[in-house]
């Protein structure tokens, strides 16, 4: 069991560029969550699908941020026209019921 | 509004142990949970409580007074390896989202 699975580890944009993020769950987990975590606002949830399906995106912002879950086995986070505030570690987690998550080693984006 | 809250910091002596507290107010609670989380490494879930007590589970004590929206992570026997971030976590889920919200984080040293 590889874990959850982020690619790339660190990814480094242009001020207005767009930024995808890609997600590989753990096999037979039914949730995935998307988190992002910065040292002034620690782990923020941006949201979340159960089985496939978008669930709660309630931490996204709704602007210039999209998450999309194509199939099982992977999860993509878009960021469209990046600013420097978006600069961050993003962390993609699954789970089978809600309570023990597991978190991958994260993406740490900076936009330049 | 909704909010977990944790001391930054704490230290303590090899050998002894940690009292690690974490209060919260959320609008509905299902659940709590920790992890533990290492410089530039992934959250590592520890534990999850959702009825009142104390949940022991070896190195790992948990307790939960869910009256006074407060929790503790009991480390007995530290250790040095101990030293790292412990993360408290809240599922408040009134709609049945299993949506984490997150403190900041405590840091403990654990000294020789």
């Known amino acids: 069991n590889a874990g959850v699975i982020q690619t790339p580890r660190h990814k480094v944009t242009g001020k207005g560029q767009e930024a995808t993020l890609w997600c590989e769950p753990i096999?037979?987990?039914?949730?995935v969550f998307w988190y992002r975590q910065t040292i002034v606002q620690g782990l923020e949830f941006l949201t979340y699908?159960?089985?496939?399906?978008?669930?709660?995106d309630s931490g996204m912002p709704k602007e210039r941020f999209s998450a999309q879950m194509p199939n099982q086995s992977h999860s993509t986070l878009k960021i469209q026209s990046t600013q420097p505030q978006d600069s961050a570690v993003y962390l993609c987690?699954?789970?089978?019921?809600?309570?023990?998550?597991?978190f991958g080693k994260g993406t740490r984006l900076t936009v330049v | 509004g909704q909010g977990v809250e944790q001391p930054a910091k704490l230290m303590s002596v090899e050998g002894t142990f940690a009292r690690v507290n974490c209060t919260y107010s959320t609008s509905g609670f299902n659940g709590l949970s920790w992890y533990q989380q290492r410089e530039g490494q992934a959250p590592v879930f520890l534990s999850y409580?959702?009825?009142?007590g104390l949940k022991d589970s070896g190195h790992f004590s948990t307790f939960l007074s869910r009256s006074n929206g407060y929790s503790y992570l009991l480390l007995t026997e530290l250790q040095i390896k101990d030293s790292a971030s412990y993360l408290c976590a809240v599922r408040p889920s009134s709609s049945g989202s299993w949506q984490l919200i997150f403190g900041s984080g405590t840091q403990l040293t654990v000294m020789p």
């Open positions: 699908f159960r089985n496939q399906a978008p669930i709660d």
């Open positions: 987690a699954s789970s089978f019921q809600g309570i023990e998550v597991f």
């Open positions: 409580v959702v009825l009142d």
């Open positions: 096999s037979g987990h039914s949730a």
